[in-house]
C-alpha cells in the first residue's frame, strides 16, 4: 500500500532559500515550490512529501498538533515558544545569534535603576536576565526591535544578529551574545513513532549531503 506523503511545514522567509536547495541537493524535485504562485501546499519529491509554507511560530504549531510530520524552523523560534515535539537535526543554515544590544557605548549594567527591553522574543528575553538574577522589563515588539531604544521605548533590545549591520547603522552594538542560532529539523512525536523509516532515511540523505 502507498503511504500517504509526508508533510513537512517550511519557514517562509530567510530560511526558504536554503531549505529548498537542501531539498534539491538530496535528490528531490521542488519545481512546484519554486513555482507556487498562491499555492499553499506543494507537492516536492516523486509523491514523498507534501510541502507547507507557513510563518516560522506557526511551523511549530502545525507539527505540535501533527497536522505537518516534520518543520524546518530557526532555534530562535524554538527557545521562544517551547518544545513538545523532537528537535532532531542542525540543518547548519539559517545561522545567526541572539544577542543583547543598546546604544553604542552605553554602559547597560551600570546602577541599580530598572531596565526596560524590547524583543520580539519576550520568553528568551525574560529567561536571559533571570538566569543573572535582574528584573527588567519586557516590552513585546513585532519588528524592527532596533527602533525602540532609538524613540527611548527602551534600554535596550534582545534580538538577532547576523550580520551586524541593522545595529551599526542605527548606532547600536551587541552588549551581549545570549546563544547561537541555526535552522533546525523538527518531528511529530507521534510521526516519529508511525512513520520512523521514512524519517530516519530522509534524515540520512540530508546527514550524507552535509557530509557527516
Ligand atoms: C532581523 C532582526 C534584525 C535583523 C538582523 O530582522 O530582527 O532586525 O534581522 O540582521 P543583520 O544583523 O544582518 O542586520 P528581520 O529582517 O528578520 O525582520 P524584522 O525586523 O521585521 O523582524
Do not use: Q
Not at 507539527?63 to 542542525?90: A, M, P, Q, R, W
Not at 547561537?180 to 523509516?197: E, H, M, W
Amino acid at each position: 500500500m502507498k503511504m500517504k506523503p509526508l508533510r513537512i511545514a517550511l519557514t517562509k522567509g530567510r530560511l526558504e532559500k536554503d531549505t529548498i536547495s537542501l531539498f534539491e541537493t538530496i535528490g528531490y524535485n521542488c519545481e512546484a515550490v519554486r513555482n507556487k504562485g498562491r499555492k499553499l501546499i506543494l507537492p516536492v519529491g516523486d509523491g514523498e512529501f507534501e510541502v507547507v509554507l507557513a510563518k516560522a511560530a506557526d511551523v511549530i504549531t502545525y507539527v505540535e498538533h501533527g497536522v505537518c510530520d516534520l518543520g524546518v524552523v530557526g532555534k530562535d523560534t524554538i527557545l521562544e515558544n517551547g518544545s513538545s515535539f523532537y528537535e532532531i537535526l542542525d540543518l547548519g543554515f539559517g545561522k545567526c545569534r541572539f544577542a543583547l544590544a543598546g546604544p553604542v557605548g552605553c554602559d547597560f549594567y551600570k546602577g541599580y535603576s530598572s531596565r526596560t527591553i524590547a524583543s520580539k522574543y519576550p520568553n528568551v528575553a525574560r529567561s536571559f536576565f533571570e538566569s543573572k538574577g535582574m528584573d527588567v522589563r519586557v516590552i513585546k515588539i513585532e519588528g524592527s526591535v532596533e527602533l525602540a531604544p532609538l524613540l527611548g521605548l527602551s534600554d535596550a533590545i534582545v534580538d538577532i544578529v547576523e550580520t551586524g549591520s541593522t545595529l551599526k547603522e542605527n548606532g547600536l552594538e551587541v552588549i551581549e551574545t545570549i546563544c547561537d542560532i541555526s535552522a533546525r529539523l523538527i518531528v511529530n512525536t507521534a510521526s516519529l513513532k508511525l512513520r520512523k523509516r521514512e524519517i530516519e532515511s530522509l534524515v540520512s540523505r540530508i546527514e550524507t549531503a552535509r557530509g557527516k
